[in-house]
């Protein structure tokens, strides 16, 4: 076996200035690969990374600017009334109603990941999750709730705490008529669950499209849920896409 063999792991941080510096550079990053992969519908979607020093504010997108286009000076800082309290742009109300109150549940999860893709959309207007049919989708065995409900764009706070009361302690939540909503302990992990949620979305809608799907069994998926549905595999799963979009548009940095 060869020494010194490089295998990534999440880092760790001397100050918060560091800490702060990184996950914005992450969230750029995953903005810009959420444009790459069509997930963007007008100004709907939105991702958010908690601020590792004001932990009641996130970073966010600014509404109205293209996934495609975000950079790192870009992102707005949001408090806990909805004020941007650092940025240029304002906040998309429906990204505050969600997502503060999905942060204010859940005190572990660094970020959260929503947008109008196409399979996650299609899925969530039949009112399906994610089912074991695949390996990949076993990441999310017993994992991923339904909002069973919908009202209108997301623009209240009561709503927000409906939606963050169904997600629960899962990594994701299907929002019925809606689309998908994934968060995780960093914001590789939460950008990753999303992507690997609409592609078995995709996956889960042709195949029982095509005829009957041969389910994975509890047991395996359990098992299966054990091996690839931490945050870890996650953030390892995720390198690759980082590497590809911040090689191909350095400029997010900026």
Known sequence: ???????????????????????????AAALR??????????????????????????????FGMSFKHVRVSDL??????GKVVEGRYPVN?????????????????????????VYGRAL??????????????CAFYEDVSLFDDYTGVVTDLEEGKRIAAALGGNK??????????????????????????????????????????????PDNAALTHQQIGNDLVGWINYQPLHDQITREQPDLFD
């Open 33 to 62: 690969i959420f444009g790459k992969l069509g997930f963007e519908e007008g100004v709907a979607g939105h991702i958010t990374a908690r601020d590792p020093e004001l932990t009641d504010h996130f970073w966010v997108n600014p």
């Open 93 to 117: 109300e429906a990204a505050f109603a969600i997502h503060s109150q999905v942060h204010q549940a859940r005190p572990g999860v660094v970020a959260a990941a929503h947008s109008h893709s």
């Open 172 to 217: 994701a939540v299907v929002l019925r008529n809606h689309g998908l909503l994934t968060v995780g302990e960093t914001v590789d992990a939460a950008a990753w669950w999303f992507i690997t949620m609409e592609r078995s979305a995709q996956v889960q809608l042709v195949a029982q499209a095509a005829g009957q799907v041969v389910p994975i069994s």
């Open 76 to 81: 707005i800082l949001v408090n806990h009334e």
């Open 124 to 137: 969530s207007a039949l009112g399906r999750v994610i089912e074991p049919i695949t390996q990949d989708a």
């Open 1 to 27: 076996m060869p020494e010194n063999l490089i295998f990534r792991l999440p880092p760790t941080f001397e100050t918060v200035e560091e800490e702060r510096r990184h996950r914005k550079e992450r969230l």
